[in-house]
């Protein structure tokens, strides 16, 4: 075994007949967490998971009966929240920043 095979092995827990192995990320909750925090993974899921919504409220969206305000509220309602799920503890660089309001730019235009 390796040192690092050891190392991890070490970090796994019993408890009674159940045990606890540890893993180099989980997803919970939509927020992946590693032992390296990424803004920009975070970001770049949000962004992915908004592009999705967006597809799937496409048809509202390219409909000739709804008014422009409208189309806006439902981008407003429905789709950036997916986007900015969890968004209260993130440390955003400029980058990330940026991402961002491109894509809510690009939403809202459409």
Same mark, same amino acid.
């Given at each position: 075994?390796?040192?690092?095979?050891?190392?991890?092995?070490?970090?796994?827990? &019993?408890?009674? *007949?159940?045990?606890?192995?540890? $893993?180099?990320?989980?997803?919970?909750?939509?927020?992946? /967490?590693? #032992?390296?925090?990424?803004?920009?993974?975070?970001?770049?899921?949000?962004? &992915?998971?908004? *592009?999705?919504?967006?597809?799937? $409220?496409?048809?509202?969206?390219?409909?000739?009966?709804? /008014?422009? #305000?409208?189309?806006?509220?439902?981008?407003?309602?429905?789709?950036?929240?997916?986007?900015?799920?969890?968004?209260?503890?993130?440390?955003?660089?400029?980058?990330?920043?940026?991402?961002?309001?491109?894509?809510?730019?690009?939403?809202?235009?459409?």
């Amino acid at each position: 075994m390796s040192g690092d095979q050891k190392e991890r092995r070490s970090h796994s827990m &019993k408890n009674d *007949n159940s045990s606890i192995e540890r $893993v180099e990320e989980f997803k919970y909750l939509r927020t992946t /967490s590693t #032992n390296k925090y990424s803004i920009q993974e975070e970001t770049k899921s949000g962004v &992915k998971l908004g *592009n999705a919504c967006y597809y799937a $409220v496409q048809i509202l969206l390219s409909s000739f009966l709804l /008014s422009k #305000n409208l189309k806006i509220k439902i981008n407003i309602i429905i789709i950036l929240p997916v986007v900015m799920y969890g968004y209260e503890t993130w440390s955003l660089t400029l980058r990330e920043e940026r991402r961002l309001r491109v894509f809510e730019n690009r939403v809202l235009r459409k």
